[in-house]
């Protein structure tokens, strides 16, 4: 489930707008039961996805939680957000921007419910600068 369909599932079975008040409109343990399913779906969700085998980089080859080799098409920039390799800003930090183990990007499209290249034309710069 993304976040806009648990928004609107909250809504639907909790929430009722009567003039300018919103009104829950469950009992306290209906809305405990069900927030407890949502976070047992999601930590499923996430287990699949830290799951998977954590792999070296794919382009220079250091493993998860290692800095990156220099010249690495897959390193991102800890000050613009884009690909290290073709920024050349002043100040990257290349601690901040170790190898993690899983595609830069996609555990975060993944959460938010978009595709990588989506996530990538919009919200790179947010997750990836220092």
């Known amino acids: 489930m993304n976040n806009k ?3 609107n599932e909250f809504a ?8 300018n008040k919103l009104i829950f409109k ?3 343990g209906e ?3 069900w927030i407890s399913e949502l976070l047992s779906q999601q930590k499923q969700e996430f287990k699949k996805l830290v799951g998977q085998a954590l792999t070296n980089c794919h382009d220079c080859g250091v493993k998860p939680g ?3 080799e220099e010249g690495c098409d897959v390193e991102r920039c ?3 957000g884009g690909q290290r390799l ?3 800003c002043e100040g990257y930090d290349s601690y901040y921007a170790k190898w993690t183990g899983i595609w830069p990007g996609a555990a975060e499209a993944d959460y938010l419910g978009v595709d990588l290249n989506e996530f990538s034309r919009r919200f790179s710069q947010i997750f990836f600068k220092k």
Not at 12 to 19: P, Q, S, Y
């Open 31 to 33: 809305f405990e039961k």
């Open 12 to 19: 639907n079975k909790f929430i009722v707008v009567e003039g």
């Open 5 to 7: 369909e648990m928004i």
């Open 26 to 28: 469950s009992d306290y």
């Open 66 to 68: 290692e800095i990156h």
């Open 86 to 88: 073709q920024c050349g």
């Open 78 to 80: 800890s000050v613009c």
